[in-house]
């Protein structure tokens, strides 16, 4: 079993930046694939970024340019650094990530709010 804790939200004027950290804790976990999700109301849950073992990443469109994944692997640790925040950014933003045994694990979601 793992858990995620993400912390980092909160409220930021247009064109500010903000850090999300998500961190796994547990048991004889291996993992593979680390992501970030969001959720704003009325809309459906999408990908942001993730990030994969190796290294390699992928981003949205909407947020390629602004955004950046990384990881600390030691720590089991997901960053997304996220710059020019616009209003559309506004969202619940979920961690989650793979493990070698094909099992996903989300955390609680934190709230990101960009006034205009």
């Known amino acids: 079993q793992v858990q995620l804790v993400e912390s980092g939200g909160g409220l930021v004027q247009a064109g500010g930046s903000l850090r999300l950290s998500c961190a796994a804790s547990?048991?004889?976990?291996?993992?593979?694939?680390m992501a970030w999700y969001r959720q704003a109301p009325g809309r459906q849950r999408e990908l942001v970024a993730r990030?994969?073992?190796?290294?390699?990443?992928n981003y949205a469109d909407s947020v390629k340019g602004r955004f950046t994944i990384s990881r600390d692997n030691a720590a089991n640790t997901v960053y997304l650094q996220m710059n020019s925040l616009k209003p559309e950014d506004t969202a619940v933003y979920y961690c989650?990530?793979?493990?070698?045994?094909?099992?996903?694990?989300w955390g609680q979601g934190t709230q990101v709010t960009v006034s205009s």
């Open positions: 547990g048991s004889n976990f291996d993992i593979r694939t």
């Open positions: 989650t990530v793979v493990t070698s045994a094909v099992r996903q694990y």
């Open positions: 990030i994969f073992s190796g290294g390699t990443t």
